[in-house]
């Protein structure tokens, strides 16, 4: 494996969570931002949280291809699938990233067994229902905001990059319209004023608010859980050990 750390990308605080505490990652500066750092199986890593978006992802990833070169970037998260049966807390191991804004399309290489199929979605506006059977039409399994731009940044440095996301909500249920998304900040924290203004407004869709957090929590875990579980699959990591337990994270570097 190469000298560079191992980079967790996530857009968002809640899905950097789960990773950062399953791998006992430590308070750190990134460059001229906040971060984490450790070890996996004997090799550094650092974690970064970028905020919403393709534009504060570009930002965010060039700020961490700035300060380091890593061996690898794992954009690590949660995702919107197009359909109705994908189950929730499923992991998708997309062959192709499309940025919505441009048409240009990354090719992608999950790690570890199993075929890639299909395309993620990378978007910045809210999808209608209207749009889903043209994008399932092209092979496109699940949307999220942040992908393509990162894996612009990596392709242009030769740097290598993978993502792993996991399936928290349904384009297809309305579950997340333009009010819902924001109800959190960009840098993907929830906004209080917003979300008590919501609730007074529609007190009805509190269940269907907690729900969503719910599932978003569990997809978070999944996804952070395959990230760490996929190291061993880079060049010189180590086989999962027999239990399937993922790799162990080592002291902070």
């Given amino acids: 494996m190469a000298e ?20 006992g990652l430590q308070r750190t500066t990134v460059g001229d931002g906040d971060g984490w750092s450790g070890t996996l ?6 974690a970064v949280v970028t905020g919403m978006g393709t534009r504060l992802a570009g930002e965010g990833i060039d700020r961490l291809l ?5 061996s690898h970037v794992l954009v690590v998260g949660i995702t919107g699938a197009v359909d109705d049966e994908t189950p929730i807390g499923t992991v998708i191991r997309p062959a192709r990233v499309i ?15 199993g075929e890639a199929e299909g395309a993620l979605w990378t978007t910045d506006v809210i999808t209608p229902a209207s749009e889903l059977p043209a994008l399932r039409a ?12 990162i894996a612009q ?4 440095q030769g740097v290598p990059w993978s993502v792993v996301r996991a399936i928290s909500d349904r384009a297809t249920d309305g579950s997340v319209d333009d009010d819902v998304f924001h109800l959190a900040r960009a840098d993907g924290r929830p906004d209080p004023a917003a979300v008590a203004r919501y609730l007074a407004r529609h007190p009805a869709r509190i269940p269907g608010l907690l729900r ?14 395959a990230a760490i579980r996929s190291v061993a699959y880079l060049p010189g990591g180590s086989p999962p050990p027999p239990s399937g337990e993922p790799p162990r994270p080592g002291p902070p570097s």
């Avoid at 092979?139 to 393509?148: C, F, I, N």
């Avoid at 940044?153 to 242009?156: G, H, L, S, T, V």
């Fill in 4 to 23: 560079g750390p191992i980079a967790f990308v996530c857009a968002m605080p809640m899905e950097a969570r789960p990773l950062t505490k399953r791998l």
């Fill in 41 to 46: 199986d004997g090799h550094p890593v650092v």
């Fill in 66 to 70: 700035s300060a380091l070169t890593p």
């Fill in 99 to 113: 940025d919505h804004a441009t048409g240009r399309e990354h090719a992608h290489h999950p790690l570890g067994p």
């Fill in 138 to 149: 092209q092979g496109v399994v699940a949307l999220d905001m942040e992908t393509a731009a």
């Fill in 153 to 156: 940044a990596c392709e242009a």
């Fill in 212 to 225: 969503m957090g719910r599932d978003a929590s569990l997809a978070a875990r999944k996804a952070a859980t």
